[in-house]
Every structure is written in C-alpha cells, then in structure tokens.
C-alpha cells in the first residue's frame, strides 16, 4: 500500500508540474502575441545605434568592433530602428523628408533581406542634400514622388501590413536628435487598415505612368 500511495503522490506531483510548466508556456505564448503600442519622444538620447545594425547585418558586420564614441544603450531611435527592422514581408514608407543615415541603412538591410520596400517621398524634399532617397533607389528600392504644388506631408510607415510607425517625426538627424517630436507604434488594424489604404491610393496617382509633364495650357 505505501508504494502505491508512493507512486500516485509522484503521479501527482509530475501531472502537477506538467499542468505549470503548460501555464507558463501559455503565458509566454500570450505575451509574445500581445499587439504592440507604444509611443516614443524625441529628441532622442545619443546613443550607438551601430552595434544593433550590425547585428540586423549578419555576423560578418556584428564581429566588427565599432569606434563610434557613443555610449550603448537603449534610446527613442534605437527602438524606432527595432520596430522597423523587425519586417519579415514588407514595409511601406511616406515620408515628407528622409535624410537619417540609420534609419536608411536600416530601410536598405531590409530590402538586402528581400523584404519589399516601398517609398513614397515629396519630390522638393527628396532633392535636398543629405537626402537617403538617391541611395534607396540606387539600391533598386522602389521610390515615387509627388508632383503636385502642395506638399507630400505625411510621416508613416507599415510593417508587414499589421504595424502603424505614425507620428510628427519626420526621419531626419535634426528632428532625431533636436525637435520635440512623437511617434506612435500600434498594431491594430482598425487603424493600420486606413493608413494602408492611404498609401495604395497614393502609390498609384504617383506612378509615373499618370505623370503630367506639361500643363494643357502650355500645348
């Protein structure tokens, strides 16, 4: 009787420790599928952000030692850089203006990586020096522009079509490291949906296709 009773309390004991370690997995599970949201300020902290794309790089870049003065360490950038370099299918830019060299070699792994960029850009803007839109395209990245006299004024971009990077920050290094600005990162698609819809439909009125080279009145 005692080795049975020996065995059902090991019997127990071991269902006991199946029934926690499934909880906790469940709970990992869960956490790993929680939308993500979050809101970040800048300016942002000077901090290094070479090791992080390194890393996204592949292990050739990431074994070199990187001579940048900078301290390590977690800042609005660093984590705007996580955010995008998490695509796996694609990403969606419409930018006002893009000068960030981080933000573009970011932009350029992911396409190395054969994600599916797309760049919608404003075509005054695009031009200026400092401008990351010349390297995307000679990169063989797909970019299109505005051509009307207002401005493309829109600061966005959707990963993998499930997250919304919005906010007042326009991707340049004086905004990055000198404005008061904001980004919001939400995955949700009652408003991913909108802004997605909002780039298709300005992806193809700027298809160079539909361009008008001169006005009717100039005929």
């Not at 300020?41 to 290094?48: L, V």
Request: glycine share 6%; net charge positive; hydrophobic share 45%.
């Amino acid at each position: 009787m005692w080795a049975a009773g020996g065995q059902r309390r090991a019997g127990l004991a071991a269902a006991a420790a199946l029934a926690l370690a499934l909880a906790l997995a469940m709970a990992l599970a869960a956490r790993r599928r929680r939308p993500r949201r979050e809101v970040l300020f800048f300016p942002s902290r000077p901090s290094c952000t070479e090791a992080l794309l390194a890393e996204a790089a592949g292990p050739g870049a990431a074994a070199r030692p990187c001579p940048c003065p900078l301290p390590r360490g977690d800042c609005s950038l660093s984590r705007l850089l996580r955010h995008l370099l998490s695509a796996r299918r694609s990403l969606e830019i419409c930018l006002f203006a893009f000068s960030s060299p981080q933000l573009g070699r970011a932009v350029q792994l992911l396409h190395r990586r054969g994600v599916r960029v797309r760049v919608v850009a404003d075509a005054q803007y695009m031009e200026l020096r400092g401008s990351q839109i010349g390297l995307l395209r000679h990169a063989g990245i797909q970019v299109r522009h505005s051509q009307e006299s207002g401005y493309m004024h829109h600061k966005f971009a959707i990963v993998d079509g499930r997250m919304l990077i919005t906010g007042s920050l326009n991707w340049t290094t004086q905004a990055i490291q000198n404005n008061r600005e904001n980004v919001l990162v939400v995955e949700d698609a009652e408003y991913v949906k909108p802004f997605l819809d909002e780039f298709e439909r300005i992806w193809e009125e700027y298809n160079p296709i539909n361009y008008t080279l001169f006005s009717k009145d100039s005929k």
